[in-house]
């Protein structure tokens, strides 16, 4: 156990009185030691597919048991074992997540299921989602109903698809967050294939509710059942109306086109996938979203990270890298473009001055985005992450410089050959 955790436990240990009880003077301090601990706490979470909730009330109970003893830091680490061993051992179920989603597809080639991260997103007809998920989730929640008045959303409605994910998972709250991860995603690549190499115009809002220029978004609500009954529901934090995205004529042609190329990151993503997907859900977040302060930088954080930069790298290693893929048509307003970009979101981010970003802006991150998803799913299956890293780092290398290189590796190379001789010997 670290310092720092061992600290926070301590900590956590002394916001118990003598009969195991925290005080509300106490309550506040807890609450804050709590995401410290379930951060740090050595428990794989994923590997026994419970949440973070789940981690915290094993924590808080083991917190009480040992509370008193004479030693509570050592029997606190004795006993982590415990909990691994029992959420090892403990079952797991299939929940059962239902939802609308806001699109619809032209009549009579509608996708009927989408695999996804292992899973398949299957789509319920609309007279079996009111029989068997809104209409029994209805009659047994109350609080479910009160919610669906407040609502600017309908549970039942002709303009959205019906879908339901099958996750088995340790319990409800990881299963709804695996989900919600998926959904995420599969509207990512759906909004990137039907905006694909497209820039956004004018717009009009009439309000009072704003949105972003992609109306695909996650479902506002997910209905949750187990061995075939109801059990809660789960709202989406973007309360606003979810307005009907329709895939017909050039939207329909570019999604036949562009969503066949994306892959279904079936098996267990590698490292590489693990940044497309990155780049696929914030590619969401940045498309969708009303403000342009805050789509702006969800595209530069896309694009920080599909061009693998680090923190501790400089900024202007961003558009360095991202732009060698790109060959534009007038190379210095190009440049100049990337410039404005790149002092923008230093404003923004570190300056809070007065700046916002215009729409050409986020069409320029738009199509640096879009070029590094493309680069990587076509090269996914030929190169590995440092592969990746190396070209992003070198295309920008002019062919002077590339021949260069290519004989210092070759010098090296023979280095290497005569050491292994030297070694061999």
């Given at each position: 156990m670290n310092g720092k955790l061992e600290s926070w436990i301590s900590e956590a240990i002394d916001c118990h009185d003598d009969d195991g009880v925290i005080r509300n003077e106490n309550i506040s301090r807890i609450e804050r030691l709590m995401p410290l601990i379930v951060k740090e706490i050595p428990i794989d979470r994923h590997a026994f597919r419970v949440s973070e909730e789940t981690i915290e009330g094993k924590i808080r109970s083991l917190l009480q048991e040992v509370h008193d003893d004479p030693n509570p830091i050592d029997e606190f680490e004795n006993r982590l074992s415990n909990i691994q061993r029992d959420l090892g051992i403990s079952g797991k179920n299939y929940y059962t997540v239902a939802f609308p989603l806001n699109i619809k597809f032209s009549a009579g080639d509608e996708p009927q299921v989408f695999d996804m991260l292992n899973s398949q997103v299957k789509r319920i007809g609309r007279n079996k989602w009111r029989q068997d998920y809104a209409n029994p989730a209805k009659d047994n929640d109350h609080k479910l109903?009160?919610?669906?008045?407040?609502?600017?959303?309908?549970?039942d409605t002709l303009n959205h698809t019906y879908w339901k994910v099958t996750y088995r998972a340790g319990d409800e709250r990881y299963a709804v967050n695996k989900v919600s991860e998926i959904i995420n995603l599969l509207c990512g690549k759906i909004n990137y294939s039907i905006y694909y190499k497209r820039a956004q115009g004018m717009s009009v809002n009439s309000g009072p509710w704003v949105s972003g220029w992609a109306d695909l978004r996650s479902p506002f609500v997910y209905l949750v059942f187990e061995d075939g009954y109801y059990n809660s529901y789960h709202y989406s934090r973007d309360p606003s109306p979810r307005k009907t995205t329709r895939v017909t004529s050039q939207k329909r042609r570019r999604y036949?086109?562009?969503?066949?190329?994306?892959?279904?990151?079936?098996?267990?993503?590698?490292?590489?996938?693990?940044?497309?997907?990155?780049?696929?859900?914030?590619?969401?977040?940045?498309?969708?979203?009303?403000?342009?302060?805050?789509?702006?930088?969800h595209y530069w954080r896309a694009v920080e990270t599909l061009t693998m930069t680090n923190p501790e790298e400089r900024l202007g290693k961003i558009p360095e890298r991202a732009k060698a893929l790109i060959e534009p048509k007038n190379p210095k307003l190009f440049d100049d473009r990337l410039e404005r970009v790149r002092n923008m979101r230093n404003k923004l981010v570190h300056e809070g001055v007065d700046v916002h970003p215009e729409k050409e802006d986020l069409n320029l991150l738009k199509t640096l985005l879009e070029s590094l998803i493309k680069f990587f799913i076509d090269f996914?299956?030929?190169?590995?992450y440092d592969d990746f890293r190396f070209i992003l780092d070198t295309a920008s290398t002019d062919k002077h410089g590339l021949q260069q290189m290519k004989s210092h590796r070759k010098r090296e190379v023979e280095l290497i050959d005569q050491l292994l001789t030297h070694k061999s010997i």
């Open positions: 109903e009160r919610f669906l008045k407040k609502s600017p959303n309908d549970l036949d086109a562009v969503m066949p190329e994306i892959p279904d990151f079936g098996q267990s993503p590698n490292k590489v996938d693990d940044v497309i997907i990155s780049g696929f859900q914030l590619f969401q977040s940045a498309i969708a979203e009303p403000d342009l302060d805050e789509a702006f930088l996914r299956n030929d190169w590995d």
